[in-house]
Nanobody, 114 residues
Framework: QVQLVESGGGLVQPGGSLRLSCAASGSRFSRITMRWYRQSPGKQRELVASITSGYTRNYGDSVKGRFTTSRDNAKSTVYLQMNSLKPEDTAVYYC????????WGQGIQVTVSS
């Protein structure tokens, strides 16, 4: 059983920054690709970013150049640094751990508004 605990969301003005964290339990974290998704009302869940065990990163087209994901295996934590935030980035953000079983964080609200 893996637990994922997200933190760092909140309200930010357009153009601002936030950093999300996702702390995982369990011993296999360093070997797992971690992903960030987001979902806003009326829309499908969207893949935002991923980072492999070898630190290869991929990003959705809508966030390329603005968001950066990183990981600290010693802390079993993955991060999502979000810069130049736009109102359309408003969503609930989820981290995802997919091994033989898939686990999701509880979701954290990010609201970009003036």
């Amino acid at each position: 059983q893996v637990q994922l605990v997200e933190s760092g969301g909140g309200l930010v003005q357009p153009g601002g920054s936030l950093r999300l964290s996702c702390a995982a339990s369990g011993s296999r974290f360093s070997r797992i690709t971690m992903r960030w998704y987001r979902q806003s009302p009326g829309k499908q869940r969207e893949l935002v970013a991923s980072i492999t065990s070898g630190y290869t990163r991929n990003y959705g087209d809508s966030v390329k150049g603005r968001f950066t994901t990183s990981r600290d295996n010693a802390k079993s934590t993955v991060y999502l640094q979000m810069n130049s935030l736009k109102p359309e980035d408003t969503a609930v953000y989820y981290c995802n751990y997919a091994a033989l079983v898939e686990y999701w964080g509880q979701g954290i609200q990010v609201t970009v508004s003036s």
